[in-house]
C-alpha cells in the first residue's frame, strides 16, 4: 500500500468533468484506489464517489493505491491532479 495527500489545484474543484477525467485515469490501474477527504473515504474509480465527496480548489485529498500496480497508479494519479485535472 501506498499513499500520498495532495492538493486540488483546479479553480473549479472536482466538478463533472474533473471528476471524470479523475476516475478514468483511476480504472487504468489494476490497484484499488481510494481517497481521503475530511472524514470521507471514496472509491477513485467511482463518478459519483467522487462528486459526492464535493471536493473543492485548495482542499486536501489523501490517495491511497494498494495492489500489484499501485506505485504506478499512485504516479498517475498524482500528475492527473497536479495538471490540473483537464481545466
Not at 16 to 34: D, E, Q
Request: net charge neutral; hydrophobic share 40%.
Amino acid at each position: 500500500m501506498v499513499s500520498k495527500k495532495v492538493i486540488i489545484k483546479n479553480t473549479t474543484g472536482l466538478h463533472l468533468r474533473p471528476a471524470g477525467l479523475f476516475c478514468r485515469v483511476a480504472v487504468r490501474y489494476k490497484s484499488r484506489i481510494t481517497f481521503h477527504f475530511k472524514n470521507v473515504t471514496g472509491d477513485a474509480k467511482s463518478v459519483l464517489s467522487v462528486l459526492g465527496a464535493c471536493i473543492k480548489c485548495g482542499d486536501e485529498l489523501e490517495l491511497v493505491c494498494q495492489g500489484e500496480d499501485e506505485e504506478e497508479a499512485l504516479k498517475g494519479m498524482i500528475d492527473i491532479i497536479e495538471s490540473g485535472l483537464g481545466e
